[in-house]
Every structure is written in structure tokens, then in C-alpha cells.
């Protein structure tokens, strides 16, 4: 689905909101508000639990390879959401220690409960470890709604070891599906009010980007590379998601009561009209690791 107030805060897309003009006349993109992106991802969890998240996973299970684990791994999920990937970690490193760290009480809460994993609230930004404390940070889908991605880099490379890694998925491209287009033109036509920008992609979503920033960061680019991502929506899924996820939730939560089971009547009976082919959904991701130089301590 594409770039949209519906999941924007499960994933990127290429609207860049406007910004201020700077000196020199570039634009200056307004970077996301954290207590908007924490709001949504808190009032969506289960929609994005039981739709999203299994759709955008394989690209971040496509990096764990790349980490090069050993037995005695301590990996830092950093923006774990309901720490889908720890299964994906355990089964490459069965006894390294996994910890799942995220902003959002309520995805950390089935973190916890569904995977067991050790659950810390905290900000990417000013991640709560000690220097060179882990083996390998992952910040999977995370840079983009940060109001700082190189300060978040940065903390990834301060608090894993000498030859450890770091390893994003970040937003390229998407393909919208006709349902997605629907969906957006009649919230615009009724006058729901848009949110807050919640992420923004620029300079995250292509392979030089990516390498520049990982380089500022202070780590050595070793691997980045595209995935692609595809689903069949059909419209009781789409309309579960739709109507579930936070920013939506959100949103139509702007209108009354009255005005918003009009609304939601009416794309209900426009959606059902649509063919299968107009729940297709497409989308491409960059993936990227990097290391920290130095000699790798004795984790093996």
C-alpha cells in the first residue's frame, strides 16, 4: 500500500513533508514527532501484530546472516516493535542473548509476553547501554521515524564492540494499490484532517545514502542491498488494517461520530466493488550493515 496517513507509521514513503527554506534555499524536511509516532504505533499494536508486521519481516530477517552472530552474542534489537525478529536471531544464534528495545509500551508488552525477550523502553537516540556493551544493534525500520537517524547510528556504533555490526532496513519505493488510492482520496474528500509527519525517508532510502550515513557514523559499510516486499490484500484484510492501525485510529478520531460511520460506510461499499488485483501491494527496502572497526573481542 502506498504512501498514506493510513500505516505511516509501520513504514516510509517518498512525500517528503515540507519544510523550512534554509539560507541557501534547500527545504529542510520536518523530521517525525516521537510522541505522534509512539501514540500510533500504542493504539495500533495488534492490527500491526496481526497484518503488518509478518508482510515487512523478511527483509528484516534477510540482515541476521549478515551480523555474523557467535554463540555468545548479545544483540540489541533497537526499535523491536513486538519483536518479530528474536525468533529469526535465536534460531541463527540459539544462545545469544536478545534485547528488545522500543519506545512503544504496548509493542514492548508483546515483545515480552509473545517472545520473551527482555523488554527496555528507551529512545533509539540515547540508547541506555554502556559503551561497546553488544555484539550487534539492528534498527529495522526505525531511521525514518527518528528525529535524528545519524544520532541513532551513532549510538548503535558507540555501544556495540569493535567488530561488531549494525544492520537497518529502510524504506525505498512503493507501489500503491488501487484500494490504497481509494482509501486516501475519500478521507481527503471528506475533510479528515491529516496527522503530523511521522516519518520521512530522505537520504535513508537509497544505497548511497545509506553508505554515507553509516560511514558518518563511524562504521565500515559491508553489505547493502535491496529486498523486495509483496502482498495480496483481500478486503477483509485490508479493511482490518486499514481501519486498525494507529494512524488511522488516530485520524478518524479528528471527525464526529456521526460524520465518521458515513465515511466508513461509504469506502466500505466503494472497496467491496474492487477486483483482486487492486489489493496488490508491492514495495522495496534497503538493507544495510556495517561494522565497527577494531578487533573483534572473544564473543565466539
Known amino acids: 500500500m502506498g504512501p498514506s496517513a493510513q500505516r505511516e507509521e509501520m513504514r516510509g514513503a517518498h512525500q517528503l513533508p515540507a519544510g523550512q527554506v534554509t539560507a541557501s534555499g534547500a527545504a529542510t524536511p520536518v523530521r517525525p514527532c516521537r510522541a505522534y509516532v509512539i501514540a500510533s504505533y500504542d493504539l495500533g499494536v495488534d492490527r500491526y501484530e496481526q497484518l503488518w508486521s509478518p508482510v515487512i519481516l523478511p527483509a528484516a530477517v534477510a540482515l541476521v546472516p549478515w551480523l555474523r552472530l557467535g554463540a555468545r552474542s548479545i544483540v540489541l534489537d533497537a526499535g523491536a516493535g513486538t519483536g518479530a525478529l528474536v525468533n529469526a536471531i535465536r534460531s541463527a544464534a540459539p544462545t545469544a542473548r536478545v534485547i528488545a528495545l522500543d519506545a512503544s509500551s504496548q509493542m514492548l508488552r508483546i515483545a515480552h509476553i509473545q517472545r520473551g525477550a527482555p523488554a527496555v523502553q528507551a529512545d533509539a ?42 544492520g537497518t532496513v529502510t524504506w525505498a519505493s512503493e507501489r500503491a494499490e488501487r484500494a490504497q488510492a481509494l ?24 544505497p548511497e545514502g545509506l553508505d554515507a550515513l553509516l560511514r558518518a557514523a563511524g562504521l565500515t559499510p559491508e553489505r547493502i542491498w535491496p529486498e523486495r516486499l509483496r502482498r495480496q490484500w483481500d478486503p477483509a484484510s485490508f479493511w482490518a ?7 488511522n485510529r488516530q485520524r478518524l478520531g479528528l471527525i464526529d461520530p456521526d460524520a465518521r460511520s458515513a465515511l466508513l460506510a461509504r469506502l466500505r461499499a466503494q472497496l467491496n ?28
Open 273 to 300: 466493488e474492487l477486483r483482486p488485483q487492486d489489493y496488490s501491494w508491492e514495495g522495496e527496502v534497503i538493507c544495510a550493515v556495517g561494522s565497527k572497526p577494531g578487533t573483534a573481542g572473544g564473543r565466539a
Open 183 to 206: 482509501w486516501n482520496d475519500a478521507l481527503a474528500g471528506a475533510g479528515v484532517p491529516a496527522l503530523p509527519p511521522r516519518r520521512v525517508d530522505a537520504g535513508l532510502d537509497n
Open 125 to 166: 537516540v540515547v540508547l541506555p547501554l554502556a559503551a561497546e556493551a553488544v555484539d550487534a544493534v539492528v534498527l529495522a525500520y526505525v531511521l525514518f521515524h527518528l528525529a535524528d537517524p545519524l544520532a541513532a547510528l551513532k549510538e548503535a556504533a558507540r555501544v556495540v564492540r569493535p567488530g561488531g555490526r549494525v
Open 241 to 247: 488494517l486499514a481501519t486498525g492501525s494507529g494512524a
